[in-house]
């Protein structure tokens, strides 16, 4: 029997859920919808959605105050974090390049830390 087979959502609460569904459609271009959320269909079926757990000392989330972290995907990381600078966004300093591609990083107005991943050329 085939248990799981992805992840089907990312939900978390909020203090002020309008201002910050707002942010993230000002900022990030995510569509927020009617009732509240968004949907990612997948048109690659070459994408995927990864899952991890980390130990509860892991640096990973900070400086963000949540115990998770939202990856999104993104077509020009570079051009994006200009852009959110530009907008007054808290975007950290720090990127990283590898084989698995870029990553950049900002806050959410309610200091949640948000991965922006452009994946490497081809992929």
């Given at each position: 029997?085939?248990r799981?087979?992805?992840?089907?959502g990312?939900?978390f609460?909020?203090?002020d859920?309008?201002?910050l569904?707002?942010?993230y459609?000002?900022?990030?271009?995510?569509?927020v919808?009617?009732?509240?959320?968004?949907?990612?269909?997948?048109?690659?079926?070459?994408?995927?959605t990864?899952?991890?757990i980390a130990e509860?000392?892991?640096?990973?989330?900070d400086?963000?105050?949540?115990p998770?972290?939202?990856?999104?995907?993104?077509?020009?990381?570079?051009?994006?974090?200009?852009?959110l600078?530009?907008?007054?966004?808290e975007?950290?300093?720090k990127?990283?390049?590898?084989?698995?591609g870029k990553?950049?990083?900002?806050?959410?107005?309610?200091?949640?830390?948000?991965?922006?991943?452009?994946?490497?050329?081809?992929?």
């Amino acid at each position: 029997m085939q248990r799981v087979t992805g992840i089907g959502g990312i939900f978390f609460k909020a203090q002020d859920p309008v201002a910050l569904r707002a942010w993230y459609q000002r900022h990030l271009g995510i569509d927020v919808l009617e009732w509240g959320g968004a949907v990612f269909p997948w048109a690659d079926p070459a994408g995927m959605t990864v899952w991890n757990i980390a130990e509860p000392g892991s640096p990973t989330f900070d400086p963000g105050r949540a115990p998770f972290m939202v990856n999104y995907r993104v077509a020009d990381l570079d051009a994006l974090l200009q852009a959110l600078r530009a907008e007054g966004c808290e975007v950290l300093e720090k990127t990283e390049a590898s084989e698995f591609g870029k990553f950049g990083w900002v806050l959410d107005p309610e200091g949640n830390k948000v991965e922006l991943w452009e994946p490497p050329a081809g992929s």
